[in-house]
């Protein structure tokens, strides 16, 4: 069985540009989670959808959003990128909010 | 915010010692969870631990819950030099429902 699925696997963007994370959930999980995780430090939460809805959001301003299909695969829009979003963005999967949740192994975001 | 802190931020050991880390963290939970990260690169899932439960096992790895003290330890009997890596709880808040990861510990093993 495939895991979770991300894509790109690096990236390297120009400050002020926009950008589109992808992330394939493992078959059968509806909740996908997005953390971000500058070099060193730990696991920022940014996004978590389940159902196709947004359910909650980290402390992180509006140019980042996202979205989840009718598949259960979901996008992160980076939009005016800024030099400290230079960061490892990680995508989760669970069945539901009180099971485990598996991790994709990450786009890794370079903003010059 | 961080929900979880882990304790110690680094630890160094030698093979075959045991290695253990705590994680503290603020409010109710439904669960607990811990991961482990090589090379900053996507978590691996070690051990999931219900609110209602206070001990687990998974091949050399112990976890401890204690809710009164909203705090839980890993420990990893019998270290190897493949156990280096970071490792992080995760929390499931009564109220959020959201996964909220702590700061980490970075586990060295030296063979």
């Known amino acids: 069985e495939a895991g979770v699925t991300q894509s790109p696997t690096h990236l390297i963007k120009t400050r002020g540009q926009q950008v589109t994370l992808r992330c394939s959930p493992i078959?059968?999980?509806?909740?996908v989670y997005w953390y971000q995780q500058a070099l060193g430090l730990g696991l920022q939460f940014l996004l978590w959808?389940?159902?196709?809805?947004?359910?909650n959001r980290g402390n992180f301003p509006p140019r980042f959003s996202g979205r989840q299909f009718p598949n259960y695969s979901s996008e992160l829009n980076v939009n005016a990128l800024e030099l400290e979003d230079s960061a490892l963005y990680l995508c989760?999967?669970?069945?539901?909010?009180?099971?485990?949740?598996?991790f994709g192994q990450g786009t890794r975001l370079t903003v010059v | 915010s961080q929900q979880g802190e882990e304790d110690p931020q680094a630890l160094s050991i030698q093979e075959g010692e045991n290695a253990t880390m705590n994680c503290s963290y603020k409010t109710s939970i439904n669960n607990l969870q811990w991961y482990r990260q090589n090379s900053g690169r996507g978590l691996v899932h070690l051990i999931l631990i219900r609110s209602n439960e206070r001990e687990k096992h998974s091949g050399r790895l112990r976890v401890t819950l204690d809710t009164s003290k909203k705090s839980s330890s890993l420990l990893i009997t019998a270290s190897r030099a493949a156990d280096t890596a970071s490792y992080f709880c995760?929390?499931?808040?009564?109220?959020?429902?959201?996964?909220?990861f702590g700061t980490g510990t970075r586990l060295q093993v030296f063979p």
């Open positions: 078959s059968g999980h509806t909740s």
């Open positions: 989760a999967s669970s069945f539901n909010t009180n099971t485990e949740a598996f």
């Open positions: 995760a929390t499931d808040g009564y109220n959020t429902d959201k996964l909220i």
């Open positions: 959808y389940d159902e196709g809805e947004e359910r």
